[in-house]
């Protein structure tokens, strides 16, 4: 079921306020015109002020929520995207799973189009998943659709976006996958690692080309051998590269999730990687045309039983990381908002005078309460 927080005044005062480098016990932030003009701290305590105010989430890769996805048209991503709002995400993409490239281009434009529009929110750009992934761990990704980049495929669907595809998921083992790299990156998008069969060597060579994230670290790779240490631990030895983490449990151990945050430090990067059934409830959906079977918040394709997505909401994998795992604040709201940011460009993403006022305030559980901009009904 979708949230419905309030919005924050223009003085907001909170127990405790969350700035890059440390926490502002009694804090305070003001805000003009959907700006932050000043952050400060009171002299004591403030009668009803918020709990925790945080810099609102930000989600690089996510693919619905709400019973919607953003592949099933324009009413569909409205949808997706307001429900990401209600759960405090005030910046995002929207990730496309693989489909033939002419099937694809048509789904970015209508993107696209809609976000120049403002009709999607916090929706700022587009990630597209595929459709350039290896099969041998292509996950939820429909076989069919999977193809080596080709330079034509590749500006066809940059082209599609005008400027809004921010984010392609690559293996870079896949024939033309080094000079795909090259050409995002030349084209100012990131280029993502993932869903490969690339090894250390392999996706080191991957970084140096440009590639600068690892898509949902961990899942659809080699994992990590102590002979054969895989594009895990190439990721973590190249300064400019972020990794992706999924934090809903299912995804990643919470042992592994917290070595993983820490290791990665200011380059770990939270993600919903959420399907349709993000804020909704069990029951049979559709990811890039095949079907999903949710059971206990958990997503798998009905035949093979491969996890598809997630229902996770931005929310529930900041409450993870601080109340399970005992995560530090400040590296929470860093990995949530300005290491995403930072990561495909975006303004903001922390709580700073002259930054854009993008704020999420949490209570004492973690749950949101208001977020700014309010989500759009």
């Known amino acids: 079921m979708t949230r419905e927080p309030t919005t924050l005044p223009e003085h907001i005062d ?27 701290q009171n002299d004591g305590a403030v009668a009803d002020a918020y709990r925790w105010v945080f810099p609102g989430f930000v989600d690089v890769h996510c693919h619905g929520g709400g019973g919607a996805s953003f592949d099933g048209g324009l009413d569909e991503a409205r949808t997706a995207a307001r429900v990401h709002a209600a759960h405090g ?11 033939p490239v002419a099937v694809l281009a048509e789904q970015v434009r209508g993107l696209a ?54 984010m392609v998921t690559i293996a870079p083992e896949l024939h ?3 000079a795909a790299i090259e050409q995002l990156v030349e084209a100012g998008v990131v ?16 970084f140096a080309h440009g590639a600068t994230m690892l898509t949902h670290a961990s899942n659809a790779m080699l994992p990590i051998h102590h002979r054969a240490p895989g594009p895990i631990v ?18 990643l151990h919470d042992a592994w999730a917290r070595r993983l945050l820490v290791d990665a430090g200011s380059r770990s990067v939270l993600v919903t990687d959420a399907m349709a059934a993000a804020a909704a409830s069990d029951g049979a959906y559709t990811l890039g045309g095949l079907a999903v079977e949710v059971t206990g918040g958990t997503a798998r394709l009905a035949d093979s039983g491969a996890i598809a997505g ?27 908002s300005a290491a995403p940011a930072s990561a495909v460009g975006f303004e903001g993403g922390s709580i700073t005078a002259g930054a854009p006022a993008q704020l999420v305030a ?7 309460v208001a977020v700014l901009p309010a989500p759009t009904s």
């Open 191 to 206: 280029a993502a690692v993932g869903h490969t069969d690339a090894d250390h060597a392999l996706a080191a060579e991957a």
């Open 362 to 368: 949490l209570d004492a559980a973690y749950e949101v």
């Open 176 to 178: 033309g996958g080094m």
């Open 234 to 251: 190439a990721a973590l030895e190249s300064p400019e590269v972020r990794l992706e983490v999924i934090l809903d449990g299912v995804h």
């Open 310 to 336: 997630s229902t996770l909401t931005m929310d529930a994998a900041v409450r993870r990381a601080l109340g399970v795992l005992g995560l530090d604040p400040v590296a929470v709201a860093h990995a949530a």
């Open 89 to 99: 995400t005030t910046s995002m993409l929207a990730s496309l799973v693989s489909a």
């Open 113 to 166: 189009g809609a976000i120049r529009a403002g009709e999607l929110g916090p929706v700022r750009g587009i990630h597209l998943e595929g459709p350039f992934l290896s099969p041998k761990h292509r996950g939820a990704h429909d076989p069919d659709a999977l193809t080596a980049p080709t330079e034509e495929a590749v500006a066809t669907l940059l082209e599609a976006g005008g400027g809004l595809v921010r």
């Open 14 to 40: 909170a127990d405790r306020v969350v700035v890059p480098g440390g926490v502002i016990p009694n804090g305070w932030v003001e805000h003009r015109e959907g700006v932050v003009t000043a952050v400060g």
